[in-house]
């Protein structure tokens, strides 16, 4: 079988996002664990929404209710005020004030427009001096709301009132969809889109804060209610190879596992022939091995051809998948070699840097190459000229 199809364009997009239902919502992560990943299901049955291994899925969480009551709290206003905001074509819409924070603003994370907001209605005085000490150095500042969300801000601040709900609301930012690497195939879940979320929770200014879509899912989505806007994002290069005689090499530490778990199911119902090899890395083997039975299956069935996992807190020394894929090198230049995709998927920002590396140190070690020949082979042949190395990294 080849791809699920795509070709008729979804009629769901960040202007109609779909209304999806939560049907199922389970912990990854055991207990001893540092983490709260959660594997989250939503029903997509009747929506004639499709998509393929390797898309994302865009989501627009909701504030915290606690949150909102807080800042209406903190604000003074009356929760039913009626206020004016733009629905997701534009055009301007009418509801009440509470549903307006509930929905539309960003409330957990400040930024500099609420400070300048405050320093409008502020009088001289303590309250002001210290807002002035923060707003006039530029590294105090983007440190102050780095770490506040709007009720830290509107209880330091509490002598500056806005005058209306409706000014209120123009000092925040509204909520953009958060992205998320699609976790299934839609060949071994008909009507079905999986999630891996890691919970972003963390304390500051002694409140616990989550991260607005992460602790939406987690927190506050409501199942079996179809109320979830959602859309597909289709990747324009994160595919399975079209000839599924070829071998691919996935590494996915982290909630980078997520496109591989689609991979996989895609390629056990297509009945491909080439080989999967998955390197899998997070902190604990006994809290943190995601979809452990899953891969225990695959492997029986000789799906999953190899399997090598990177537990980093297990024992002394951190050991990452780029350390496995090193004590794999040449194996892994030998799949290389033979027309083999590599994928990597998850954090951007040291993970998928250190695997680059550690794969241009295969190609000089393993493929006789000069330091400078490995590099092009890896950032030339094989991302632009070959397009089998391809990231999805966030
Ligand atoms: C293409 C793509 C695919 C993705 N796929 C996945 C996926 O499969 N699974 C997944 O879990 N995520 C994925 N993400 C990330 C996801 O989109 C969100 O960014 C993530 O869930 C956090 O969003 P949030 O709304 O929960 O948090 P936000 O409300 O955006 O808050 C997160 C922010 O909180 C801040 N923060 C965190 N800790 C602290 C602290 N200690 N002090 C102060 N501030 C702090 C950081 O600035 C961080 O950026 C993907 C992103 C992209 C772009
Ligand atoms: N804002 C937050 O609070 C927060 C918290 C976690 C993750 N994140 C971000 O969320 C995304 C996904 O996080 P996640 O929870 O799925 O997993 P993750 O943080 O990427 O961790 C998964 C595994 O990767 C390991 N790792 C850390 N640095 C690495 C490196 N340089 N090379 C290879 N492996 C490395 C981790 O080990 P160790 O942990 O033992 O180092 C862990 O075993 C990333 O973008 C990450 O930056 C944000």
Known sequence: ????????????NRKNPYLA??????????????KDTRHFVLNLAGSGLK???GDSLAVFGRNSPRLVDEIIRLTGFDPSSPVTVKDSLGQPKSVPFHQALSENFILNRATKKILAGIEERIQQGEQRNRLMEIVDNDELQADYVYTRDYVDVLKEFDEAKFESPEVFLTQLSPIPPRLYSIASSLAAHPDEVHLC???VRYETHGREKTGL???FFADHAEMHKRNIPIYVQESRHFRLPKDSARDIIMVGPGTGIAPFRAFLEQRAADGAKGRNWLFFGEQHRASDFFYEAEFDAWQKKGVLTRFDTAFSRDQAQKIYVQNRMLENAKEIWAWLQGGAYFYVCGDAHRMAKDVHHALIDIARDHGGLSPEAAA???NVTLMKTDKRYLRDVY
């Open 51 to 53: 998509y393929t291994p």
């Open 197 to 199: 979320i890691a919970i």
């Open 21 to 34: 239902e939560l049907i199922r919502h389970e912990r990854l992560t055991k207990s001893g664990s540092g």
């Open 213 to 215: 879509c992460s602790g």
């Open 1 to 12: 079988m080849a791809e699920v199809s795509t070709a008729t364009p979804s009629p769901y």
């Open 376 to 378: 092009e082979y890896v």
